[in-house]
């Protein structure tokens, strides 16, 4: 059976950081582009990290720039975003999803065949 979890999210004050992880089930990660979305409430789903098949080169939403790192441990088969320099805005559901394609994936949600149910992060004093 496929299966994509998350874990790692919860309450933290702002500046601070977690580290999401994405353990996969089912198949292999590093044959799989992975990408990090999030929905805030009352807002659309929006891309934040992919990390590619192969080269596993990265790319990040603007928003999380220089803050949030994405990375891949193939022998966990497990990819991780860790989140640095927490803000408010940050709060959201993030999910993370493997698609079967070349290049870079960010914010593209068609290009992902499998989904995790969401963690929840919450960015607050």
């Known amino acids: 059976q496929v299966q994509l979890v998350e874990s790692g999210g919860g309450l933290v004050q702002p500046g601070g950081s977690l580290r999401l992880s994405c353990a996969a089930s089912g198949f292999t990660l590093d044959s799989y582009a992975i990408g990090w979305f999030r929905q805030a409430p009352g807002k659309e789903r929006e891309g934040v990290s992919c990390i590619s098949r192969r080269a596993g080169s990265t790319s990040y939403a603007d928003s999380v720039k220089g803050r949030f790192t994405i990375s891949r441990d193939n022998a966990k088969n497990t990819v991780y975003l860790l989140m640095n320099s927490l803000k408010p805005e940050d709060t959201a559901i993030y999910y993370c999803?493997?698609?079967?394609?070349?290049?870079?994936?960010?914010?593209?949600?068609?290009?992902?065949?499998?989904w995790g149910q969401g963690t929840q992060v919450t960015v607050s004093s």
């Open positions: 999803a493997a698609g079967a394609f070349l290049g870079d994936g960010l914010g593209i949600e068609t290009l992902y065949n499998y």
